[in-house]
């Protein structure tokens, strides 16, 4: 009972304690208080908010990315599951939705960056097959204004995760049996996909998809080797204000991530309060 | 039961911070006092823990398999080299100092716009070269040397090696490159979506270059940052880059955020040019295989921007003397000879050839020559001083917003 109790301490300290102290230190920056040219109270960096217009298109841009992203993925794993159940339980199909998941982003970061950059191996080889008059005359698929080329290494990692994770509560939810049973009320194989294994399947892994859309709005080795400079996702925002020369920027930096962070936070704790009220 | 747990945590904590501050801060005065011999008798046999760039295989080597073993085998010095620069060091010594702590860090590999913001924190060291040997094959009169970004180097930081910004193209695909910045938006325009400037160091060192050149009189960016001359020809390169926005990579729509993205590019040949603040990488870089045999570097007229790289000893580190031994044997005629071969590095030397031993001068006279960058005495007459670090401070911000977000 002892030792629970201490790790259970432990465990606070470090997953609780030591983010909220840096949240706290974030915050301290943010008012001046702290940091390297630190003189004392000042509102001035928060006052200085509303002036930072490229936030609110970083904002704007990187729930665009964590939105359609996810939202593509758990469509395209929501088609396999439902639609191809049979096939997925057959060889290889098990085996190869683990592949992907073995990249770590930065690698699918990089891996899209040769095969669709404007050099890249498939530019060369629509050159070579005289499809384009020159390497550049390919399409913009990375660094392009709609980041396209983040959303396919987003959707590339998640929709592999997204698969095994409806697999396993198709499974658990005994889907197959519900299945059988719609069908003898007469319901067809679409009004079941549509009314009752999709919503089941959305809202037990609800929690899930929220938490994924956060690891997304906060990534940042892919947009920052697949995306433009502007706009820019929040994580490259933060960092740019955060590492760059001008000492000065520091306050602001923390100050957005202290924002953003309390933000995610009620985010994910909503969330998890709806699924809790509307569990199934 | 819950004041027992507490406790526990409590007296865990305590024994970590216990463990954090027996590490012994030095008194500053004390060690700038000693004589070079106290020094260096100090030193020995104590680790050094380095902060430096790590993005160079070739830099890498010759820390890694030369000064490394070298000042282990002569000092006994355990030097550990750890990846870390600009604002991260500035940034890890306010915490260490806010936490009451000495540093973890005993050197830094720096330039001018770290050694401004180590200055603001008050966080280096010295004076140190007036204690070391070596300084005095170092010349610093000469305001390459002596002044660091407009700021007097006043013995605060010991010069590593010198450098100057240069273009690199292949020759293969471009036989006339543009010979100076007055040339070259007529360049671009002429040959779409073969130019861009990063938007980091490299790229901000490129736009200085550029602003100066503009002005016809880099007399102008010497001594204090002045806000007029900044607005007036800051003003005048963005107005030039907008106007040739659409002649640039990707219609200036994007910039390469990352020197080594936009080496990548080249290397692939989406862009005709790359540049470099290390007037002889492109022989590293070729001879890495990176960059074809065709890759030549130059400097465009009027000139680009030369500056010395240094090595800061840490006023909070534990071991100065240590760190003052390895600074200086960084500064001897014998590293700075195998630094400067281009098969090793090809990092220009800090030290003036004509002070040195007559058996170096030949030595250094008879290194392997720069095959595809420019020689060294070619370019000397086109070298400016770098102009107080308030431009590079500003450049990135306006960079920013007036280019980069500016989609008008």
């Known amino acids: 009972m002892k030792q629970r109790s201490l790790l259970l301490w432990l465990y606070a300290l470090l997953v609780v304690g030591l983010p909220l102290a840096g949240l706290f230190n974030a915050f301290l920056y943010s008012v001046g208080l702290v940091g390297p040219l630190s003189v004392g109270f000042t509102p001035r960096y928060w006052q200085q908010l509303p002036g930072e217009t490229s936030l609110l298109t970083s904002l704007g841009f990187s729930l665009y990315v964590a939105v359609v992203s996810v939202g593509l993925a758990v469509i395209l794993a929501l088609v396999l599951v439902l639609r191809y159940q049979t096939t997925l339980r057959h060889w290889p199909f098990p085996t190869l939705l683990y592949v992907p998941l073995l990249f770590p982003s930065l690698v699918m970061a990089f891996y899209l960056f040769q095969l669709l950059g404007g050099s890249g191996w498939l530019a060369r080889m629509a050159y070579q097959l005289h499809l384009i008059q020159s390497p550049a005359g390919f399409p913009e698929l990375i660094q392009d204004g709609a980041g396209l080329g983040i959303l396919l290494a987003q959707v590339g990692l998640a929709f592999p995760f997204f698969t095994l994770l409806f697999q396993s509560l198709y499974a658990d939810a005994r889907l197959d049996e519900l299945r059988n049973l719609t069908r003898t009320l007469g319901a067809s194989s679409w009004q079941f996909n549509r009314r009752v294994a999709a919503p089941i399947l959305l809202r037990r892994a609800a929690p899930t998809l929220v938490l994924y859309g956060v690891a997304v709005l906060g990534a940042y080795d892919i947009p920052l080797l697949l995306g433009r400079n502007y706009p820019q996702m929040l994580s490259l925002y933060i960092t740019t204000k955060l590492q760059r020369f001008d000492l000065t920027e520091l306050p602001m930096g923390y100050l957005v991530g202290f924002l953003v962070t309390l933000v995610l936070m009620a985010v994910i704790y909503a969330t998890t309060r709806w699924t809790q009220r509307h569990a199934l | ?408």
């Open chain 2, 1 to 408: 039961m819950f004041t027992m747990n507490l406790v526990r945590v409590i007296l865990f904590l305590s024994l970590l911070c216990t463990a954090c501050s027996t590490n012994e801060q030095r008194d500053p005065a004390t060690v700038l006092n000693q004589s070079w011999d106290q020094i260096d008798e100090r030193g020995r046999n104590q680790p050094v823990v380095l902060l430096m760039w790590l993005g160079d295989p070739y830099i890498n080597d010759y820390m890694n398999k030369y000064v490394k073993p070298t000042v282990k085998e002569r000092f006994g010095i355990d030097l550990q080299i750890s990846g870390g620069q600009g604002a991260q060091i500035v940034q890890t010594l306010v915490a260490e100092r806010e936490a009451g702590q000495p540093s973890q860090i005993d050197m830094v590999w720096i330039n001018g716009e770290t050694f401004y913001q180590l200055r603001q924190i008050d966080g280096l060291l010295g004076p140190v070269t007036d204690r070391m040997p070596n300084a005095r094959y170092v010349d610093f009169s000469n305001p390459f040397i002596g002044v660091d970004f407009q700021q007097p180097v006043n013995g605060m930081e010991v010069p590593w090696g010198n450098v100057q910004l240069a273009f690199i193209y292949d020759s293969q695909r471009i036989s006339q490159p543009p010979r100076s910045f007055a040339e070259l938006p007529a360049y671009i325009k002429a040959h779409p979506g073969q130019f861009t400037i990063p938007n980091e160091f490299t790229g901000m060192t490129v736009l200085k270059s550029w602003m100066i050149a503009l002005s016809g009189d880099p007399k102008l960016f010497q001594g204090k940052f002045r806000e007029d001359v900044y607005e007036k020809w800051s003003g005048e390169v963005f107005r030039q880059i907008n106007e040739l926005k659409p002649y640039f990579w990707k219609r200036g729509e994007t910039f390469p955020e990352q020197l080594s993205t936009l080496h990548q590019l080249f290397a692939n040949g989406e862009v005709a040019f790359t540049f470099s603040n290390n007037d002889a990488e492109v022989d590293n870089k070729v001879n890495l295989g990176f960059f074809p045999k065709t890759a030549r570097a130059y400097v465009p007229a009027p000139g680009t921007i030369q500056n010395t790289h240094y090595m800061g000893i840490i006023r909070t580190g534990q071991h100065p003397e240590a760190a003052m031994v390895v600074a200086n044997f960084l500064m001897s005629p014998e590293a700075q000879l195998k630094k400067m071969d281009p098969n090793v590095w090809g990092d220009h030397t800090v030290l003036a050839i004509n002070k040195l031993p007559a058996d170096y001068q030949t030595k250094f006279n008879n290194l392997p020559t720069r095959r595809y960058a420019p020689k060294r005495d070619l370019i000397q007459g086109l070298a400016f001083q770098e102009p107080a670090p308030e431009y590079m401070v500003r450049l990135y911000k306006d960079f920013r917003t007036k280019v980069i977000e500016n989609n008008k």
